[in-house]
């Protein structure tokens, strides 16, 4: 079955799936995205019919926190997903080729949670049509916008591409160059406020292209060791270990010179640097990088795949949470009854922000595995070929 030339499940799939569902038969962990979901909505009502004074725990002091950090994160995955399609298609592409549908929904769909997330944050969310007719190319949140927006569309035809069998170096090129243009453009919004020296740094867009890449490949390679485990087809993982290995490196050495060139210099702010060195080395580098480099290095197998990816997901979390609220640990303006050190703890609610934005994820990407529609396009695929 085909939608404006985009294909979908069979009615009758559909049907039998929600038929199990009904029964109790569709698969704990869709209840869960689902009760996950329905919290999440609860969630949002709350914070737009409450305010955010009553329930969210940032301030003039930290303006930032959970909800824009996990905004970063799911953007920074997207774009991930959509490296590692790139890369894919270029050097592995035989071995790639099964999961490319897969890899780019997942961009689609990690993108969208973000932006969940980022709405939540925004005290007037049918406003964000103003940046186009009041732009404001001076601003980096306004470039963001717009190549956010171009980056959802890109993402988009390309998938619509990918499940029509059409293969376009062009359009491959574009959807590699504008992401990467995005999310510079997102690390800049923070490497350029030159007030918090915690962000303020040209390495800061390289670095969150990087850990994008590393992010957004570790969610691939779960679902490339589950396909691979299915079908039985080891061949399937390697590439996902490869750029898993690269991602891993590569971040290493950013995160090294950004903790370096923060405990070098004495400036009102760098503190952060020199009070969170043992934590950034042991969890930020140590735990979150050598770890699962050295599981992939020692153990090359599906399950050691799935247990490096993990962690990735979960220690990148962590790091992206850090990055946000540890820039306004140290006041920029001191007056007489201002802390040294601020303190951010998130609300109940921030935290249900995360839960409906995974919710999101999983339930839309599973739905979407039991009711065939990968299976569909790669059958109608294999039919194109043939012809």
């Not at 698969?27 to 305010?51: E, M, N, R």
Request: charged share 10%.
């Amino acid at each position: 079955m085909q939608i404006f030339g985009v294909f979908a499940p069979e009615r009758e799939r559909l049907l039998s799936y929600f038929k199990q569902f009904k029964q109790g038969k569709g698969g704990l962990i869709v209840y869960l995205a689902l009760i996950g979901l329905v919290l999440g909505g609860i969630c949002f009502a709350c914070i737009f019919l409450l305010g955010h004074g009553h329930t969210i725990n940032t301030s003039s002091q930290v303006p930032w926190g959970l909800q824009i950090s996990t905004y970063v994160y799911f953007a920074l995955v997207s774009g991930g997903c959509i490296f590692t399609n790139f890369i894919g298609n270029m050097f592995f592409h035989e071995k790639y080729k099964p999961l490319a549908s897969r890899v780019i929904f997942m961009g689609l769909i990690t993108a969208i949670a973000g932006f969940a997330s980022l709405a939540s944050e925004l005290g007037h969310v049918e406003r964000m049509y103003m940046f186009m007719i009041s732009p404001n190319p001076t601003s980096p949140m306004f470039w963001m916008s717009v190549w956010y927006t171009a980056d959802i569309t890109i993402l988009l035809v390309e998938y619509i591409n990918i499940q029509q069998n059409r293969h376009s170096k062009a359009m491959l090129y574009a959807s590699f160059i504008i992401p990467i243009i995005t999310y510079c453009s997102l690390g800049s919004l923070f490497g350029a406020v030159g007030t918090m020296p915690y962000y303020y740094s040209s390495l800061l867009p390289i670095y969150f292209l990087f850990s994008g890449f590393l992010s957004g490949n570790a969610l691939c390679a779960i679902i490339a060791a589950f396909e691979s485990k299915k079908s039985g087809n080891a061949k399937l993982i390697k590439p996902f270990m490869r750029m898993q290995k690269i991602a891993l490196a590569s971040v290493f050495v950013l995160t090294f010179c950004r903790i370096i060139i923060g405990l070098s210099s004495n400036l009102s702010g760098y503190e952060v640097f020199r009070e969170t060195f043992f934590q950034n080395v042991i969890f930020g580098i140590g735990g979150a990088l050598v770890a699962p480099f050295m599981i992939l290095m020692y153990r090359r197998t599906v399950g050691a795949l799935i247990l490096s990816s993990l962690l990735v997901l979960g220690t990148q979390f962590m790091a992206r949470l850090d990055l946000v609220v540890e820039g306004f640990r140290v006041p920029v303006f001191r007056v007489y009854d201002m802390p040294e050190r601020i303190s951010y703890f998130p609300s109940v609610f921030e935290f249900l922000v995360v839960v409906a934005s995974v919710s999101i994820v999983v339930l839309v990407y599973v739905v979407c595995e039991k009711t065939g529609l990968f299976e569909i396009a790669g059958k109608e695929t294999h039919q194109h070929e043939r012809h």
